[in-house]
């Protein structure tokens, strides 16, 4: 499985964040997945492949009351 490209946000104070785009239901969402330096590339990319696979498993087993199903 790919990695997920995982956008680097730099705010106005200087501070950047990791960034995971979630399509869902027609729209995007963002999860914060922490905050660089403190949270390295390789470490923010299996963040977010196991949320990737949880909102899978949660989808998969009929568990509506995850938003994240498509």
Known sequence: MASPLLPLWQAREGKASWVYDIASGGQNKEKVLGRFPDVSLKNARELAR???????HFCAHGESWRSDCR
């Open 50 to 56: 196991q949320d990737r696979a949880k909102i899978q």
